[in-house]
């Protein structure tokens, strides 16, 4: 049983993207593939490919701003920072402290975390606790990634998939019987494998060896993660939902990881939930990891999809294998 002080749930939320867009037909000149398999396979149309100059920490707090400004909250108030990412700018120090430069957020601890696609719904998680226990006031967390780095443009496999961007939330106490009301992470170690950037790191640092293997970019067993993501993600929504005494019929906004509508749509399916409850902007940003679950959140609640007392279900899974899924009562 944890210690709750007080509750605690979004103030404010934004995104960030780059501004070019790399579309199907652009793929088709690239690799082996077409418009036609990507969209009956993935749902994708199009994804933001990040500049030459622009890196995570960039986007990120670029997504801050924008949480930040609907939050009504200075970065100097910020007393806590947490980045979700698999693309740090370097390996150290933090992308947090680079955001927190960025922001001017002088007066906020700052930390990383590796939680893969699940990365947000694990910041979140986290910033709310830290809220609710009382020891801190104002928590940003952002999930942030620039894949376009890490995938290799000659593999047709995985190379459709995935796009950059930000997204982010500001986290601070609200009225009882809002805000987070449960959440469910977890992890399975044993199928990492399955989902990993092999070389780099301190099993294989880097060597012209691990790049002459192409080591340094996404190797995927796509159809493994996809059962497991389907599996997963209907499992986890239960679990968050049985935590608060709920069912499928009380969420009347699902915000899924953007990864794969044939994914999105089994989740739905095993749910029981109608269309209209479901986000989907997979076919305008792919999948922006870390990124995806707040980018979607944040358009869900600006296209005025998400009203105060709103019961909205955050649901992910990626590398680890992770997965994670919350449910919120949303408004302050
Ligand atoms: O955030 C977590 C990250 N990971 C994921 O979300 C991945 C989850 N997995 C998926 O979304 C799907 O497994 C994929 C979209 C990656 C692949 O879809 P699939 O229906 O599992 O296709 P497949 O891998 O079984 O491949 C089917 C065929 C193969 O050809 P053959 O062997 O049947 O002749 C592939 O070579 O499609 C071929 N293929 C392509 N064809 C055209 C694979 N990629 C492409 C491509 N264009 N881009």
């Known amino acids: 049983m944890t210690r709750k002080l007080r509750a605690a749930g979004i103030w404010g939320t934004g995104l960030a993207?780059?501004?070019?867009?790399?579309?199907?037909?652009?793929?088709?000149?690239?690799?082996?593939?077409?418009?036609?398999?990507?969209?009956?396979?993935?749902?994708?149309?199009?994804r933001r490919i990040a500049a030459d100059d622009?890196?995570?920490?960039d986007l990120a707090a670029a997504a801050a701003r924008h949480a930040l400004t609907e939050a009504g909250v200075r970065a100097e108030e910020l007393d806590l920072i947490i980045v979700a990412t698999v693309t740090p700018d370097v390996s150290?120090?933090?992308?947090?402290?680079?955001?927190?430069?960025k922001l001017g957020a002088a007066n906020a601890a700052t930390f990383d975390l590796s939680a893969g696609c699940s990365g947000f719904v694990y910041a979140l998680d986290m910033a709310v606790r830290a809220v609710e226990s009382g020891a801190y006031n104002r928590v940003l967390a952002v999930g942030a990634d620039?894949?376009?780095?890490?995938?290799?443009?000659?593999?047709r496999s995985t190379c459709v998939l995935f796009g950059d961007g930000a997204g982010s939330a500001v986290v601070g106490p609200v009225s009882e019987g809002r805000g987070l009301l449960?959440?469910?992470?977890?992890?399975e170690g044993a199928s990492g494998h399955l989902l990993t950037l092999p070389a780099g790191g301190s099993r294989k640092p880097a060597s012209a060896e691990t790049i002459q293997s192409r080591e340094h970019f996404i190797l995927m067993q796509g159809n493994e993660v996809?059962?497991?993501?389907?599996?997963?993600?209907?499992?986890?929504?239960?679990?968050?939902?049985?935590?608060?005494?709920?069912g499928p019929d009380d969420i009347d906004v699902f915000v899924p990881h953007q990864a794969n509508i044939r994914i999105i749509e089994a989740a739905r399916k095993r749910l029981g939930l109608p269309e209209e409850k479901v986000f989907i902007n997979v076919q305008?940003?792919?999948?922006?990891?870390?990124?995806?679950i707040p980018i979607a959140l944040d358009e869900a609640f600006r296209s005025g999809k998400i009203k105060d007392d709103d019961i909205v279900a955050l649901v992910g899974f990626g590398a680890g294998l992770t997965w994670a899924s919350a449910i919120l009562r949303w408004g302050r």
């Open 182 to 187: 449960a959440t469910d992470l977890g992890a």
């Open 226 to 246: 996809f059962k497991f993501a389907v599996r997963i993600m209907g499992e986890t929504t239960q679990t968050s939902l049985k935590k608060c005494g709920m």
């Open 54 to 57: 622009e890196a995570t920490s």
């Open 284 to 292: 305008s940003y792919g999948n922006t990891s870390a990124a995806s």
């Open 146 to 155: 620039i894949l376009s780095r890490i995938t290799d443009w000659t593999d």
């Open 92 to 101: 150290f120090p933090a992308t947090a402290c680079l955001v927190q430069m």
């Open 17 to 46: 993207v780059p501004e070019r867009v790399l579309t199907n037909a652009d793929l088709e000149k690239m690799v082996d593939t077409s418009d036609e398999w990507i969209t009956t396979r993935t749902g994708i149309k199009e």
